[in-house]
């Protein structure tokens, strides 16, 4: 059974950083795609990032490009969005997501972390 579990959410200033960690666990995960989304109450859940286990290819919403960046460690079976430059509108909960190489979104999601960026 896929487990992920999120940490590294908080408060923080506009202009500022944000490390969070997903720990996948559950299987091997060499031919999955993982990754984050967003969401803010009322609004559907969104696509912020992914990178293939394997080969370490990722993939951006432009709305995030050049300020967050996804990274894997393979050695710890550990996920990472670096987000930098952080804006009031970043704020959401963030999930982490899995995906098997083929297949869509839905399957596999972490419980969320909250986000919190002031003006």
């Known amino acids: 059974q896929v487990q992920l579990v999120e940490s590294g959410g908080g408060l923080v200033q506009a202009g500022g950083s944000l490390r969070l960690s997903c720990a996948a666990s559950?299987?091997?995960?060499?031919?999955?795609?993982m990754g984050w989304f967003r969401q803010v109450p009322g609004k559907e859940r969104r696509f912020v990032a992914a990178?293939?286990?394997?080969?370490?290819?990722?993939g951006y919403d432009d709305s995030v490009k050049g300020r967050f960046t996804i990274s894997r460690d393979n050695a710890k079976n550990t996920v990472i969005l670096q987000m930098n430059s952080l804006k009031p509108e970043d704020t959401a909960v963030y999930y982490c997501?899995?995906?098997?190489?083929?297949?869509?979104?839905?399957?596999?999601w972490g419980q969320g972390t909250q986000v919190t960026v002031s003006s």
């Open positions: 990178i293939r286990w394997s080969g370490g290819s990722t």
């Open positions: 997501a899995a995906r098997s190489e083929g297949s869509t979104w839905g399957n596999y």
């Open positions: 559950g299987r091997t995960f060499s031919n999955f795609v």
